[in-house]
């Protein structure tokens, strides 16, 4: 069974350019979460999807970032324009459903802002 | 709010010895827990979780956790080290009730010697 695919892997930008990054979820799974994972950090929700539905976005900056999952299946994070501050590891992940804690994530997408 | 403390860092012990991460959780509600593990340049990974029943509970690559109440407290123990256990791990608490947000500790790392 694959497993949560990502892409891209790695990303560097200037800053205020935009930049987004891929995720596709295993399969039938239908809940999505996007994760920011700063350097020494634990992961931080950044929004969820039931499936194609942005059910808790409360921490997403909605400013520069936005998210999409059209169809329910795979998603795109996007930010623009980008800060130096943003540099990060983006992680995604997909369950079965929300109410067993039992994430299954994928390799991360770590971008650089210069 | 939900959150878990994680003590240490950094752990470093001798290939052989035992593993103690410690994980202290705050919750208003039943939690259930989690450990994580995160290899280099890999997404986490669940290692193992505590929901109701047993509290005594056992995960992959012979890593064991014990959920006390009393001493809100729900560290990830393994008898003997092994080099390929050198990762990250993140403890995690959610709720029993209603949409379960999972929230990560900001990780240890697990240093492991010849």
């Known amino acids: 069974e694959a497993g949560v695919v990502q892409s891209p892997r790695y990303k560097i930008i200037e800053k205020k350019q935009p930049v987004a990054f891929w995720c596709n979820p295993i399969?039938?799974?239908?809940?999505l979460y996007w994760y920011l994972q700063n350097l020494g950090q634990g992961p931080e929700l950044l929004i969820r999807y039931e499936n194609e539905e942005a059910v808790d976005d409360s921490q997403l900056p909605k400013d520069r970032f936005s998210a999409e999952r059209l169809k329910g299946v795979d998603s795109t994070l996007k930010i623009q324009p980008a800060e130096l501050g943003d540099s990060a590891v983006y992680l995604c992940?997909?369950?079965?459903?929300?109410?067993?804690?039992?994430?299954?994530f994928g390799e991360g997408s770590r971008l650089t802002v210069l | 709010a939900q959150s878990v403390t994680q003590l240490g860092s950094h752990v470093s012990v001798s290939e052989g010895a035992l593993v103690l991460l410690r994980c202290n959780y705050s919750s208003s509600v039943p939690p259930y827990l989690f450990w994580y593990v995160q290899y280099p340049n890999q997404g986490l990974q669940l290692l193992l979780k505590?929901?109701?029943?047993?509290?005594l509970v056992k995960g992959i690559n012979g890593f064991e956790a014990e959920f006390k109440k009393s001493e809100t407290s729900f560290h990830l123990t393994k008898p003997s080290a092994h080099m390929s256990d050198a990762a990250e791990y993140f403890c995690a608490v959610t709720s029993n009730t209603g949409f379960q947000k999972l929230v990560f500790g900001t990780g240890t790392r697990l240093l492991v010697s010849p």
């Open positions: 992940a997909s369950s079965v459903d929300t109410g067993t804690g039992e994430l299954f």
């Open positions: 505590y929901t109701t029943g047993a509290t």
């Open positions: 399969s039938g799974h239908n809940t």
